[in-house]
């Protein structure tokens, strides 16, 4: 095979440059096409049961996007004049977009108690603050203590009002997604269908295209909408929040960190190459390799359409360090084979490097890809996206790396070796002496921390709060923390609670015949002759009762007569009983129900109790539009499914999601009696729970058949099983030691740091590899392991240090970014590269030391 690349590559070096420039350009062509993805839909489950039937849920009690805005007028009076002009002014503005279909604001809610009207009162309109005549102080006061309102339009102190920004659907949006989910349904029921395959793809292609489209209107709405609130912050404090908002920032934030951090990491690697190695063509040449092969993979990606995502947005600098790192090798591999053939050619120097060094780093780049490609077991979408992502921007670094060095060094002139003894050399042979001497200590002391690192890991815990993923001087973070500690919470949260089985049965019932008849008992004349006098009976008992118009609403009058089984006193009593039980959890912000809209009807009705023929009146004498407000947002079309919306405190630091979404699951059925098939938590809460605890067993689970794949090739690679146990223990201790840590400090895994194994194994493996590689050579030598330990530090250990360094304080540049996950993947990622070199020059020589696995002490 070496014979192969000898020919092909080495032989033609002006050949590949050529093809190198051309693909080049190639890539860069289609590199601008490169798209991101920030949306929700990419942080949740396509498999999961719960995404269907959210989805169900908006479709029937309709829940179209919408944006937040926080108003918190200077002089603290949101009903002074000044305020409500800038506020009517406001959203007249924001209504002029062309994505926005209405606000809902304090200007035009119904007012029920400013003064306190009556239920026929509110069957014949509704009034507002902006209704002439009305008191704006009692208005405030309703606001403030309404369970309607308080907490959820204006804060608990009257200070703070929010506006409600409704954005028109996206039908065509809609209709693509809800064909691509049908497709894929069929596909399911039948895989081994081409045809159905074909038309998934064809959705599937169609439906990104238009996604990544709506994304981009989706940001420049938001560009509007802040332009308009731009023109009123002089008078108050105001903040913009909703999904569709972070979702654009989110998108802003990668391409940020991706411009930002490319950049910074290129230039930190130019002034360290330029540190180490103190030559040009070592700092041009490495650069060529790390550039080039993130040029090629972005535009590899941007054709194939793979979207980055939050989870995938660090690719571009894990793939310019993996490069890099495997560059320095071959650097210092060539200087060291300069000094040990000072008359060589370049030919044979290139030759004799790429050589010595085409194993080790094929072996080091397919363990990495085996680590990397663990991800894509996991059911979410980004983070196997990201799994490929990375498996095939390592492979194409391995590839290009093992191109363009050699094309490049042969293009150059030979020049003089240079015996070099640095720091560096000190250094690794420090801790070859100390290995030396305490081997056995040190093997020690690792069983010591392997033990903390399990302790550390049965503490970690999974958790995913979106307000902490910001810094504090971003909008995002502000605006979701006004909204979480005085407007009631962000993470939305709904219970869907369906009839028992008795009334379903009782329901199922009535749409049985009683007795079979027979054409000739009535004609059609004689029923629409019993149907009219009916009707006018029943009408005129009616509006005798209570007042022409109670029915001219929402509903029907023939709603009365319909079953219904939570418009009864004794389910409305139940309902309230979980109603309160949630509102006692702190973690919980405001949560609305039918109870909500039952306690305003007692308060409108004289502060007496509805009877169960009252209750049945309800959806017949409410008003359409006030309806859309105060009934159907947690009332099913039949009245049979009671729909409880509540808001999580996010920044709550006791928050743990799991056990509470756990916990009144099992109270429901426990404490209320509910059947356990009565009931269903679902909205963002549960989706975003369920990736968590998704991608937390997935990679748990896989990360021991990694590490067995990674032995297996360790096997193959050193022709020993003895020694490929030696060698994957230190990988095990530096992967552990990093989860540990996470424990133990409380940080939690989420949807970035949980990628952090894997990541680990994938890249601390390549120290492993190449000092073992060496080791063998320098074992052949004299048969001696202290001596063998001493030359391989003096020499691999040089090569692993440098590439060590370059990772951490690469990583570590992550640390800059305002999007905290990113700071935590940078700082974990060079904490377990830290554990990773000093695992591999003290762990690894002890083990070799104390097992000898290469056999006796003999030459």
């Known amino acids: 095979m070496f014979s192969f690349y000898r020919s092909v590559v080495l032989s033609n070096p002006k050949l590949w440059l050529c093809l190198i420039f051309i693909i080049s350009l190639t890539a860069v062509y289609f590199g601008q096409s490169f798209k991101i993805d920030a949306s929700a839909d990419s942080l949740t489950l396509e498999t999961d049961e719960d995404l269907q039937y959210y989805r169900k849920v908006v479709r029937e009690y309709g829940a179209d996007d919408f944006l937040f805005v926080t108003y918190a007028p200077h002089d603290k009076n949101i009903i002074g004049d000044q305020s409500l002009n800038d506020i009517s002014l406001m959203t007249t503005k924001l209504e002029k977009l062309s994505s926005v279909s209405s606000v809902v604001s304090i200007l035009n809610v119904p007012l029920l108690d400013s003064p306190r009207i009556t239920l026929t009162e509110l069957s014949q309109g509704m009034r507002t603050l902006m209704t002439p005549g009305v008191d704006k102080q009692l208005a405030l006061n309703e606001f403030k203590v309404s369970p309607l309102y308080n907490k959820l339009l204006v804060s608990e102190d009257g200070d703070t009002t929010a506006l409600q920004v409704n954005l028109k659907r996206d039908a065509e949006y809609f209709r693509l997604l809800e064909l691509r989910n049908q497709s894929r349904s069929a596909l399911n029921e039948d895989p081994d269908d081409a045809l159905k395959q074909q038309t998934l793809d064809q959705v599937s292609v169609a439906f990104a295209a238009y996604n990544a489209e709506r994304l981009k209107r989706e940001s420049q709405m938001i560009e509007d909408v802040r332009e308009v609130l731009d023109e009123h912050r002089d008078h108050a404090d105001i903040f913009l929040g909703g999904v569709t908002m972070i979702t654009s920032d989110m998108i802003q934030f990668i391409e940020d960190d991706l411009l930002t951090f490319g950049i910074g990491i290129l230039l930190f690697l130019i002034a360290m190459l330029t540190i180490i190695f103190r030559k040009v063509r070592w700092v041009v040449i490495p650069l060529a390799s790390c550039l080039l092969t993130s040029l090629w993979l972005v535009g590899l990606l941007a054709w194939l359409d793979w979207r980055a995502t939050v989870i995938s947005s660090n690719f571009v600098s894990l793939v310019l360090i993996i490069t890099m790192s495997m560059c320095v090798h071959l650097v210092v591999r060539f200087r060291e084979l300069h000094l040990e053939m000072p008359n060589a050619t370049q030919f044979q120097l290139v030759e004799a490097t790429t050589l010595r060094m085409i194993q080790p780093c094929f072996y080091t780049s397919l363990t990495t890809i085996v680590a990397f490609m663990s991800l894509i077991f996991s059911d979410i979408k980004p983070v196997i996206g990201f799994g490929w992502m990375m498996a095939t921007g390592v492979g194409l670094a391995f590839l290009l790396t093992f191109v363009i060095f050699p094309v490049l060094m042969l293009l150059v002139p030979v020049d003089e070796p240079v015996e070099e003894h640095d720091f560096t050399e000190s250094f690794t042979l420090f801790f070859a002496s100390m290995t030396q001497r305490f081997f056995k200590l040190i093997v020690l002391g690792s069983v010591v921390m392997t033990a903390l690192s399990i302790y550390g890991i049965s503490k970690l815990e999974v958790e995913n709060s979106f307000i902490g993923y910001f810094d504090k001087e ?35 019932s009535l749409n049985e015949p009683l007795f079979e008849s027979t054409e000739n008992d009535f004609d059609d004349s004689t029923d629409e002759a019993f149907d009219e006098d009916f009707d006018e009976d029943f009408d005129e008992d009616f509006d005798e009762e209570l007042g022409d118009g109670f029915g001219d609403g929402f509903g029907e009058a023939d709603d009365i007569n319909t079953p219904s089984y939570w418009l009864t006193t004794d389910k409305l009593a139940k309902l309230k009983e979980v109603h309160q039980y949630l509102e006692s959890y702190p973690e919980i912000g405001k949560v609305l129900s039918l109870s909500t809209v039952m306690d ?108 067995l794949a990674i032995m297996v090739m360790f096997w193959i690679l050193f022709r020993s099983f003895y020694l490929a146990v030696v060698a994957i223990i230190p990988n095990m201790l530096a992967a552990g030691l990093v989860l540990g840590v996470m424990g133990l400090v409380g940080l939690p895994l989420d949807m970035m740091t949980i990628t952090i194994a894997a990541i680990t194994v994938g890249i601390a493996v390549d120290d492993t590899i190449h000092y073992i590689h060496r080791f063998k050579e320098e074992y052949l030598i004299d048969g001696d392991y202290f001596a063998s330990v001493q030359r391989c530090h003096a020499s691999i250990g040089k090569a692993m240090y440098y590439t060590s360094v370059i990772i951490v304080v690469g990583f570590s540049i992550l640390a800059l970014s305002n999007f905290v996950p990113t700071i935590y993947f940078g700082l974990l990622t060079g904490l377990a590269m830290i554990a990773a070199i000093f695992a591999a020059l003290t762990l690894l020589p002890s083990l070799l030391l104390l097992f000898q696995p290469l056999g006796n002490n003999k030459k």
């Open 474 to 508: 971003t909008e995002i973070y502000q605006g979701m923390s006004v909204i979480d500690q005085e407007l009631g919470g962000t993470t939305p949260l709904d219970i869907i609670i369906s009839p028992d089985k008795a009334f379903e049965g009782f329901i199922a």
């Open 600 to 707: 305003l009807a007692t308060m409108l009705n004289d502060d007496k109790p509805l009877s169960d023929f009252e209750l049945a009146l309800v959806r017949s004498m409410v008003p359409e539009d006030v309806a859309n407000i105060l009934i159907k947002p947690y009332l099913s079309d039949d009245a049979n499914k009671a729909r409880i919306t509540m808001r999580i405190i996010d920044s709550d630091p006791d928050l743990r999601r799991d056990e509470l979404l756990t916990k009144i699951k099992t109270d429901l059925h426990e404490k209320f009696g509910l059947e356990v098939e009565q009931y269903r938590l679902t909205n963002m809460m549960v989706l975003y729970n369920n990736m968590l605890q998704s991608l937390f067993t997935s990679q748990i689970e896989t990360l021991g058949v990694v590490f």
